[in-house]
């Protein structure tokens, strides 16, 4: 560290690095409280965490100006949020409860949010994505399940109406998913693929007879599993299947055009019902996430009208001809996956809230845990350790990075949700999968890191990081999991590289 300090100050001049660091850390041990004097320049004066936590002179309002700043125009609408939980004991996610009691509560907490508090997250992911994600976010600081519930009815199934269906599909269960009325399911996952979405094996046949699209489970590898929302409280799911067109093959075989997305109602409205020709199975506990109540769901040949299929990017007429504006089955899959990209998005920018949380409870507690000190005088906080700082600090400089890196992330979404920029679309594919990858990598690391920092009071699951740690784990896995995102984004960056390499090369020909 450049010390800016002369050599004909009667100090360390003629000290090597080393001793000049063995003695400031002599200094720091014996005088934490040691104030700023001509041998030891204010900018290497020593935080004065010890004996207690003392506020630095104004930091109160420079902590509230940078809240509000780091907040930006959606302050008041997370504050809403937190101070609508705050008035609600009967919401409040306690230490210990049991998986049904768990799923109960935060059913009750999402239906709170919306109903009482009034918020529309449907409406908002519509017209200002940004708010939404802001009302995510702080959803998930009340709980990880209450954020992960709301995203499955929002980002997953009430994005696949906006993003695949057409004008029809919004008309029918806007309203419904909004207020939820129409708590929903988005079934791509099967018990044999995940990440091969292509691979998925579900069909969807149409009978061109009785104008429906037939849903059939073929064999037990392609049973839908993990699908949030499922186990309990989903009346229709959004189905990804393949669409098998009879006879249009060749020769007269069946015609597979690919991937689809179709609604499929699993539950009766009135009585909740699981419908005939549907069956559904409870995942179980799992190690976090436990207010979420994922089931697998297995479809016998269920029938749903011709209407029922997401038709944004592929329809299938009433004689049975199948027409799309996209001319190859992939360009139609890339398409229908990267109109999802949101929960994605939405992921990346709730880790970093999450990584925040993680942070702020250490920190804090930092500066309030005292261990060891100078004999005879009061301990210091373990934040004056550099050891401790050197575990904390980057932390923080890190949610400070990432917290603007997915504020840019989600305006540049808007943006590609406002204009359809081939361009912008292809930014934000890459950007949220790098992104998604990174920060949650970062903060999962990060929370063992923060529980550690806290020693043994960190283990008490009252002070939150085993819940923050089990509940945020699986961010490394669903919207696409970080390895194969990661593969994702080098081969688009090599992709990137080699056109701009052949652009060079021609031009050197010409
Ligand atoms: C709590 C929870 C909630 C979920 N909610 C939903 C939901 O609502 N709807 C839904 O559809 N799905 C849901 N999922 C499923 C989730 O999206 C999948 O688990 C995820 O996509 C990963 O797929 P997989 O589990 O099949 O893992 P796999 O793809 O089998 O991956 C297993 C391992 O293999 C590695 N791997 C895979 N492919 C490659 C490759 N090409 N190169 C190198 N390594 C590779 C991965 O990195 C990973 O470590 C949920 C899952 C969980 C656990």
New binding site residues.
Partial sequence: MASGRSSGDGGDGDESPAMRRLRRISLHLLDPSLTPTDAEPEALALAACAAGPRRVQGGAEVSASLAAYLRGRHRETQARVFEFFRGRPDLQTPVEMSTAAHRDLCFRQLRALVRDAGVRPLSLMADDPSEYFAVMEAAGGVDISLG?KFG?QYS?WGGSIINLGTKKHRDKFFEGIDNLDIPG?????ELH????VQALQTTATFDPVADEFIINTPNDGAI??????AAVHGKYATV?ARLILPLQGKGGTPADMGIHAFIVPIRNLETHVVLPGIEINDCGH?IG?NG?D?GALRFRSVRIPRDNLLNRFGDVSRDGKYTSSLPTINKRFAATLGELVGGRVGIAYSSVGILKVAVTIATRYALLRQQFGPPKQPEISVLDYQSHQHKLMPMLASSYAFHFATIYLVDKYSEMKKTNDEDVIADVHVLSSGLKAYITSYTAKSISICRESCGGHGYAAVNRFGALRNDHD?FQ????????LL?QVAGDLLKQYQEKFTRNLKLEVK
């Fill in positions: 992960v499955v997953l399911c988005f079934a791509m996952t693929h995940g990440s091969n839908k599993w993990w699908i949030g929302n990804f799992k996430l979420v994922n699986i896995t669903f919207e696409g999991d970080n390895t194969v593969q």
